[in-house]
């Protein structure tokens, strides 16, 4: 009896193994995939995946299979087979394509955490409608007239508090979320949105917890924690609901305010809850990230330290004798901070590239992506390759200043995406950036308290949170 249990155990699996292969090629004869691999059966190539991105090179999966197949190929990761894009101009027509022939696509566990509502889950007519909402909320006539206040308001509050040394990834991070919670829901930091913060860094784990999501406690924490978070967020919005109720009340200027006024009959508690939720998690690794290795870039550069803080006292010298606080002018009159800008999120893309499910068979370069099969279109393989910029893993924010930073034509630097679904926190991380540098570089000297790497797995930052000694200037 027991043997045949293990002879059935044994011979399962084998049959499974020879189906798929067979399964595989024939597939393969009749569509022309991309060239590739697709490893062992199930997990393929998963694993060579999680191991080459523990070392330091950028992009070692990809390279070693560019190198191999050319830009576009085919692999088998996180359960599924999947086409990896290096090459722009299929990068660009997947983004555009978004909704027609692609849509996004997210595993279970991650739309878990974001809440169904929220704008990266959102797809047809209702996203077009709130990703122009969301658009118009931040877009840069928005900032100029309300937010730009604000985040230089709350950037300089923050630094206030820093003395001797400091982690700069964290006080990036609490600077990010405070900006965020006011430009959402008009609060100022405070307890409130620290022990809010506290709880949200919980549900951030989650994201990385996979591949192996519902077997770990740091993702079932997760799950609680957004529980909490949307408990906290909707007091807000009910309490927000009475308040606008309420003949006389001022009205406030935030994304809370906008999402209570639009749509037909109104949005639920849950939908405005998920949809907040999902922003707070889009701008919050990737711009305090992009700060502080804006940082690590620069003290490593000297020359470019020293042209930045030129630009940054000469605006400061302007102002000595007024006010302190930033204008738009004064972000308009920053190019080589906007070149800083660009290097950083070139460099170091923290999202290297966006999944999208294929709707149909799809054509594309004498290839056929089958439909159903996951696509990825890998931004930072483009913006890391030789062919498009020249010595492409060295940080030079000078290349910014001749042409478009490229050295082949077309749109090859796409940090925040395109087409529908286009980042739209664009403008507002580039001026949250901005206005961090300015104050930074006008305040404080600064030097790295350790040594610390930049690291690309599962996340593009570095290992020990960037600790620097600084010392205020006057
Ligand atoms: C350096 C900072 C940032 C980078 C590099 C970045 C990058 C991106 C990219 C590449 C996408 C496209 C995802 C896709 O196509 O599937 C995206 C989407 C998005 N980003 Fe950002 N982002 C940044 C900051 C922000 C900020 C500050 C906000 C806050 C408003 C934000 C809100 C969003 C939202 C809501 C989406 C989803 C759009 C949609 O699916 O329609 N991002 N971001
Ligand atoms: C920005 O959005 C507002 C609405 O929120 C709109 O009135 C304005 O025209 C937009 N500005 C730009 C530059 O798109
Ligand atoms: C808002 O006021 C209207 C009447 O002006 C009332 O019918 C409605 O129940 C109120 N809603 C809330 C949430 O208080
Ligand atoms: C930075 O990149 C953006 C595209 O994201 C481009 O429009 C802009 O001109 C670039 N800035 C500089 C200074 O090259």
């Not at 979320?177 to 829901?185: A, C, H, I, N, S």
Request: charged content about 25%; aromatic content about 10%; hydrophobic content about 40%.
């Amino acid at each position: 009896m027991a043997g045949l249990v293990y002879d059935l155990l044994l011979y399962i699996p084998i049959s499974l193994v020879i189906f798929f292969f067979i399964v595989r090629t024939s597939r393969r004869r009749r569509l022309r995939l991309p060239p590739g691999n697709l490893g062992l059966p199930f997990v393929g190539e998963t694993l060579q995946l999680i191991a080459a991105y523990k070392t330091e090179n950028p992009e070692p999966f990809i390279d070693e299979r560019v190198n191999k197949f050319g830009p576009i190929f085919t692999t088998h990761v996180f359960g599924e087979p999947t086409v990896f894009s290096a090459d722009p101009e299929t990068n660009r027509f997947i983004v555009q394509n978004e909704g027609k022939l692609f849509e996004c696509s997210y595993p279970g566990s991650i739309s878990n955490l974001l809440g169904k509502h929220s704008l990266l889950l959102m797809k047809g007519s209702l996203h077009k409608r709130m990703h122009s909402l969301t658009m118009s909320f931040a877009n840069s006539s928005i900032i100029r007239d309300h937010l730009l206040v604000d985040i230089d308001r709350l950037v300089r509050l923050n630094m206030d508090s820093w003395t001797d040394r400091i982690f700069l990834m964290e006080e990036a991070k609490k600077i990010t979320f405070e900006l965020t919670v006011k430009q959402l829901m008009s609060f100022d930091p405070g307890e409130w949105s620290e022990s809010l913060r506290k709880e949200y860094v919980l549900v951030i784990e989650g994201f990385f917890s996979l591949p192996l999501p519902l077997f770990s406690t740091t993702y079932r924490r997760a799950i609680k924690a957004r529980t909490k978070v949307a408990e906290a967020l909707s007091l807000i919005v009910r309490q927000r609901r009475k308040e606008s109720n309420e003949s006389g009340g001022e009205k406030k200027n935030d994304m809370l305010e906008a999402l209570l006024a639009t749509g037909d009959g109104g949005f639920s508690d849950e939908e405005i809850v998920d949809f907040l939720l999902a922003l707070l998690v889009a701008g919050y690794e990737t711009t305090s990230t992009i700060m502080t290795l804006a940082v690590k870039f620069l003290t490593e550069t000297p020359l470019a330290l020293a042209q930045l803080k030129e630009e940054h006292e000469e605006i400061r010298a302007k102002k000595m004798m007024g006010r302190e606080g930033l204008e738009w002018s004064d972000y308009k009159s920053m190019p080589f901070t906007q070149c800083v800008v660009n290097e950083t999120l070139r460099v170091a893309n923290i999202i290297s590239g966006v999944f999208r499910r294929a709707m149909t068979d799809i054509d594309i370069k004498g290839y056929t992506i089958p439909k159903g099969w996951k696509v990825f279109a890998s931004f930072r393989a483009v913006h890391l390759d030789h062919d498009h910029f020249k010595d492409a893993r060295t940080f030079n924010p000078w290349r910014w200043q001749s042409n478009s930073g490229a050295t082949s034509p077309g749109n090859v630097f796409t940090p925040f995406g395109g087409g529908p679904r286009l980042c739209p926190g664009y403008e507002l991380a580039r001026v949250e950036l901005s206005v961090f540098l300015h104050h930074l570089i006008t305040r404080f000297s600064w030097v790295p308290a350790e040594e610390d790497k930049l690291v690309f797995f599962p996340t593009t930052r570095t290992q020990k949170r960037y600790p620097i000694i600084v010392q205020r200037r006057n």
